[in-house]
Nanobody, 123 residues
Framework: QVQLRESGGGLVQNGNSLRLSCSAS????????MAWFRQAPEKEREFVGT???????YYTNSVKGRFTISRDNTKNTMYLQLNSLKPEDTAVYYC?????????????????WGQGTQVTVSS
């Protein structure tokens, strides 16, 4: 059983940066594909980006060039660097894990989830 915990959220001003972390326990972290999703109030959960077990990344168009996903398998931790933040990036950010290959962007494809961390960007 994999357990995930996000941290690093907070309140920032428009244009600033933030780094989120997702710490994993249980299972073999290096074997899992990991992803970030986000959910704004009254909206569907939205795919942000994913990183494979080999370190290959894929992002949704709205965050390309601004957000970067990385992972440190020695620390069982995934990161999301958020730069040039905009008010529309305001959401609860969730990390997720799955044990399968391929780039998958739907929430249903992921077996394990963290509890989420709030990111609020003021204008």
């Amino acid at each position: 059983q994999v357990q995930l915990r996000e941290s690093g959220g907070g309140l920032v001003q428009n244009g600033n940066s933030l780094r989120l972390s997702c710490s994993a326990s249980g299972g073999t972290f290096s074997s899992y594909a990991m992803a970030w999703f986000r959910q704004a109030p009254e909206k569907e959960r939205e795919f942000v980006g994913t990183i494979s077990s080999a370190g290959i990344t894929y992002y949704t168009n709205s965050v390309k060039g601004r957000f970067t996903i990385s992972r440190d398998n020695t620390k069982n931790t995934m990161y999301l660097q958020l730069n040039s933040l905009k008010p529309e990036d305001t959401a609860v950010y969730y990390c997720a894990a799955r044990f399968s290959v391929g780039v998958l962007t739907t929430a249903a494809a992921y077996s394990y989830w963290g509890q989420g961390t709030q990111v609020t960007v003021s204008s």
